[in-house]
T-cell receptor
Framework: GAVVSQHPSWVICKSGTSVKIECRSL??????MFWYRQFPKQSLMLMAT?????????EQGVEKDKFLINHASLTLSTLTVTSAHPEDSSFYIC?????????????FGPGTRLTVL | GQQVMQIPQYQHVQEGEDFTTYCNSS?????IQWYKQRPGGHPVFLIQ?????EVKKQKRLTFQFGEAKKNSSLHITATQTTDVGTYFC????????????FGSGTQLTVLP
């Protein structure tokens, strides 16, 4: 159990377009989901915390109007990169924490590689 | 803000040699987690340490949480080629909103 999927796994888009990435917990409910970005050979940087039914909490330096997060259900969170530019090219990874679990273990999705031309 | 530093950044070992990565936090942690990320893959949870001075073992892997709950280490005995990947520590500060702050990671290469 505890499988998290992401779609798409990779996407190439033109500069100025918007891209939506979906994160789903397949076999458990996730009150909280997290969005990270990872540049090559670097660590994961938390972008925002997504809570079901409420507004996301963004980390310092992350533009909330550029990275729109919606967590409409207990199994789905979406990240929309609006008006994408080449510097937004990165590996975006979501994770989910199982609702009501005692420990803080996060289950990670396989990631989405975004390339903006 | 909270910072989590990891050393070394890279480590090459011969198969059969031991390997250790160290993690240091700028703040006291309520718990620390370790993840492994294979090349091209996503992070996979290995373990969580909660208690001061805690030591946990998983086969050839030994995890330790410092007495002050600000540092941790992962030691692999007799490395194998399957151990290749990047090992991240990730900490949750006491009193935070249970958000993980990831260390910079240690990329392990095991030479056959």
């Amino acid at each position: 159990g505890a499988v998290v999927s992401q779609h798409p796994s990779w996407v190439i888009c033109k500069s100025g377009t918007s891209v939506k990435i979906e994160c789903r917990s397949l076999d458990f409910q996730a009150t909280t989901m997290f969005w990270y970005r990872q540049f090559p050979k670097q660590s994961l940087m938390l972008m925002a915390t997504s809570n079901e039914g409420s507004k996301a909490t963004y980390e310092q330096g992350v533009e909330k109007d550029k990275f729109l997060i919606n967590h409409a259900s207990l199994t789905l969170s979406t990240l929309t990169v609006t008006s994408a530019h080449p510097e937004d090219s990165s590996f975006y990874i979501c994770s989910a924490r199982r609702s009501g679990q005692l420990y803080n273990e996060q289950f990670f999705g396989p990631g989405t590689r975004l390339t903006v031309l | 803000g909270q910072q989590v530093m990891q050393i070394p950044q890279y480590q090459h070992v011969q198969e059969g040699e031991d390997f250790t990565t160290y993690c240091n936090s700028s703040t006291t942690l309520s718990n620390i987690q370790w993840y492994k990320q294979r090349p091209g893959g996503h992070p996979v949870f290995l373990i969580q340490l909660v208690k001061s001075g805690e030591v946990k073992k998983q086969k050839r892997l030994t995890f330790q949480f410092g007495e002050a709950k600000k540092n941790s280490s992962l030691h692999i005995t007799a490395t194998q080629t399957t151990d290749v990947g990047t090992y991240f520590c990730a900490g949750i500060s006491s009193g935070s909103a249970r958000q993980l702050t990831f260390g910079s990671g240690t990329q392990l290469t095991v030479l056959p």
